[in-house]
């Protein structure tokens, strides 16, 4: 397994731990002992959890199911906030049919809604979150953004459309963005996402990263995205005027053995974007006379020099 | 040929209704670690039990009195 697909697998287990703290309201740090294990494992034990708690009581949620098929849309919709609580909403919504879930939701107030989201089954969130206005999904996200609830947040990104997901994450912070980002189920909806951010909002993103000491799991990201996304991440890093971010991300890609998914990118960019790239590769021989440092600065400007012409 | 779960492991299967082979994920993990998952599964299952039962009761309020009593018994809510 190369490095970068090791990195994405521990990646990948870290992800499954944060939804599993999620649904047991605990610290991930608590969970820290899963570290280890492989993901799928963890997505198991995840899914066996929540089964379980969604699975409990699911005969009565059905007949108050049954009930709110009944009453007044209205009377439901104040019974569900001001009586019911988020938690039974969240599983009689699971119960109801799509349509009754929206009409419902449409009702309640976003902070309410806002709420319920965290408890609701996750595909059935998926079905009721595409089907409700953009402008309540866009009230509704940025109160869990508000609220740092990116693991759901992730989850209405990755349904709608991306003018409505730019919208939710205006104002996000990079360090959100990053997060809701890893967070998202569906990877392949970030490409969109990541084509209509503005330069200076990934060029922050990858500055959180560098930071932080986050640059693999940026890069694991990175390399996920379809090409179009990955393009675009290497175009703006190349013309950002970040030699200290170039050459971090140059360091990673070469460490990770990232270059079957860099590659690609890097030969759909123009000339002058390839220029850029190069430079910083040479900038990392400027770095320092050892040996290690002259190895990489080598061993980079090989990778750049096959890299075929656009 | 695997070993045998952990007695915590074993616990925690039957709480969540799964066979012990669904939770790998804890295999090799120390006893007290899945001991502490296991008691965080039955709070938060003890957690919903709660939240539905007293949403449950709030719920049957929002049905007309002559009414209350079917609904009680439909949602399996006792007087409270």
Known sequence: ?310 | MSASPLPETAALAARLGVPAEHLRALDGCAAEDVALLDDAVELALRAEDRAVSDGLAAAVRFVPRPLRGRARALLGVGRG
């Open chain 1, 1 to 310: 397994m190369s490095a970068v697909a090791e990195a994405t697998a521990r990646l990948a287990t870290r992800l499954e731990v944060v939804k599993l703290a999620h649904e047991l309201d605990l610290g991930v740090d608590e969970l820290a002992f899963l570290a280890g294990r492989a993901a799928d494992d963890v997505r198991e034990l995840r899914v066996a959890v929540t089964a379980a708690l969604h699975a409990r009581h699911q005969a009565r949620f059905a007949r108050l199911a049954a009930l709110v098929g009944v009453v007044p849309l209205g009377v439901a919709a104040r019974a569900a906030e001001l009586a019911i609580g988020p938690v039974v909403s969240a599983r009689v919504a699971a119960a109801l049919g799509p349509e009754d879930a929206v009409r419902l939701a449409q009702r309640v107030s976003p902070g309410f809604l806002a709420e319920i989201a965290l408890s609701l089954d996750p595909v059935r969130s998926a079905e009721i979150v595409r089907s409700l206005d953009d402008r309540l999904v866009v009230e509704v996200g940025r109160l869990l953004l508000e609220q740092g609830e990116h693991l759901v947040l992730a989850r209405f990104v990755s349904v709608v459309e991306a003018p409505v997901a730019l919208e939710i994450v205006a104002d996000a912070s990079p360090a959100a963005l990053l997060e809701v980002a890893l967070l998202a189920d569906d990877r392949s909806v970030l490409g969109g996402l990541v084509a209509a951010l503005d330069d200076d909002v990934l060029v922050a993103v990858l500055d959180h990263c560098h930071g932080t000491g986050g640059e693999t799991d940026a890069l694991s990201l990175v390399t996920s995205l379809d090409l179009a996304g990955r393009t675009r991440v290497v175009e703006v890093l190349a013309t950002s005027g970040r030699p200290d971010l170039q050459v971090a991300f140059l360091r990673a890609v070469e460490n990770e053995g990232a270059w079957p998914e860099v590659v690609p990118a890097l030969a759909r960019c123009d000339e002058g974007v390839l220029d850029a790239v190069r430079a910083a590769a040479r900038a990392v021989g400027e770095l320092g006379p050892d040996p290690a440092t002259q190895d990489l600065a080598a061993r980079l400007t090989e990778r750049l020099a096959a890299i075929p012409e656009a």
